[in-house]
DNA sequence: CGCGACATGTAAGCAGTTACATGATTAT
DNA sequence: ATAATCATGTAACTGCTTACATGTCGCG
């Protein structure tokens, strides 16, 4: 599906952009739902290059430091846009080893499942917290044909996902004690 | 991470199983979290039977046809409970297109966004009214140490998920008309 | 001068999908 | 008979992670 290449090229398509930051992109808002490491990235901007989809000028930071910064072309754009309109059936099934393992929970003392699903609470709440605080700096909902809706509403369907699981962990627990 | 091993170890600790049956369990409750199609799941059957955590049993069904039985070895299930009881972070970002799509949704025309909104929205609520449905089979919460505790909690888990996604769907719908 | 961030790449291996391939059994 | 389901496998490929590898820049 190439899903990578599209959330690259839309990232390109903002502004002209380094292998770098694409990298960094993906530990913000994105990254609630895609991301990638660097050793994906390069070989994949080349990818795009040589299909003409994106171009590479060279900067210098500094004395020596290149950058490599790629903007979209014609035939880039058009693909991306292809890609984003198009009419897609829902995800398929995205894995969970958290829930996996506790499907197998009848195998876990109480004591221990209890601990577990603490942990998990735990740390889902601090980044319930993280999120809500990316959703403060926001006074009002981004109109939608401006860049940060899509920031704007990947927060807001994160905080809805955390929201959802801190609920199930709860209800988890409230089955283990009496 | 070897999840599927695990997923499978799990399964057939249960009692003995078939690769074919395996691939099936993926279609019930545990498939709203994980997954694998038989051409993995018949190469990893024979890793594990190399491994020695699981044992083979060829049964017959009908005149000829071999039906290939796995059981759990002592090793096997050593190794399952270890995993079962490791302590673990938070899964990493679980992708979803249809989020990556939506974050670059300023380029969608209105009426297009709003179509797309919609069309995710009701395949999300078919999906929904089919576990809540597989929930109601329940008369009540199963206690911890039953098999189908697991089945349980992993149906209310996955109504969560969709109710969230709908919810969210349902705000962004909001966004745009007015 | 040392540390963290900037910046880019490759290689090996694991995980997963799609397609190829075959044949038996059961229900209509 | 014929279609759906049962039943098992392999091959080629895509996607992704971990580790290897190198070097610069700015700050304290």
Redesign the pocket.
């Known amino acids: ?4 290449k599209y959330a690259m090229l839309g990232l390109i398509d903002r502004a002209p952009i ?4 694409i990298m ?1 992109e993906f530990n913000k808002e994105l990254g609630n739902f895609w ?6 990235i ?2 994949e ?2 990818k795009l290059a040589d299909e003409g989809l994106i171009e590479l000028k060279v900067e210098i ?8 910064v790629y903007s979209i072309t014609k035939s880039g754009r058009e693909d991306f846009l292809s890609w984003l309109n198009r009419e897609e059936d829902i995800d ?1 099934t995205p ?1 969970e080893v958290f829930r996996l393992r506790m499907y197998f929970a009848n195998h876990l003392e109480a004591t221990h499942l209890e601990e577990m699903l603490n942990s998990q609470l735990m740390q889902r709440e601090e980044k319930l917290i993280r999120l809500q605080k990316a959703m403060e700096e926001y006074e009002s909902v981004p109109e939608i044909n401006q860049v940060i809706f899509g920031d704007y509403i990947l927060i807001e369907s994160a905080i809805l996902r955390e929201e959802a699981t801190i609920k199930w962990l709860k209800k988890c627990m409230g089955y283990i004690k009496k």
Request: proline share 7%; glycine share 6%.
């Open positions: 599906m190439r899903s990578l380094s292998g770098y930051d960094k991301t990638a490491k660097h050793s994906q390069y070989p901007l080349k930071s500094g004395e020596v430091m290149e950058k490599k398929p894995k």
